[in-house]
Nanobody, 118 residues
């Protein structure tokens, strides 16, 4: 099992920035992909950005170059730096980890709320 703990969410004005962090513990040797998904009220959970152990990344189109994912493998930590935030970025952001085949969606954190005010 893998446990994931997120931090860094909060309230930010449109155009502002946030940095989310997520630390993995437990069976971290089984992780091939770590990243971020989000879920807005009434919407399905969607991929934001993921990064494989070899550094390959996959970003959602809506990121449009505004977000950057990074990892510190020595610390089992993944980050999401978000710039130029928009009200439509408001959602619960979930840290995810797991296999390449599942785009890292085998294990989930508890989620952290990001609210972007207009």
């Amino acid at each position: 099992q893998v446990q994931l703990v997120e931090s860094g969410g909060g309230l930010v004005q449109a155009g502002g920035s946030l940095r989310l962090s997520c630390v993995a513990s437990g069976s971290t040797f089984s992780i091939n992909v770590m990243g971020w998904y989000r879920q807005a009220p009434g919407e399905q959970r969607e991929l934001v950005a993921v990064m494989a152990n070899d550094g390959r990344t996959n970003y959602a189109e809506f990121v449009e170059g505004r977000f950057a994912i990074s990892r510190d493998n020595a610390k089992n930590t993944v980050y999401l730096q978000a710039h130029s935030l928009k009200p439509e970025d408001t959602a619960v952001y979930y840290c995810a980890a797991g296999r390449i085949a599942t785009m890292g969606s085998d294990y989930w954190g508890q989620g952290t709320q990001v609210t972007v005010s207009s």
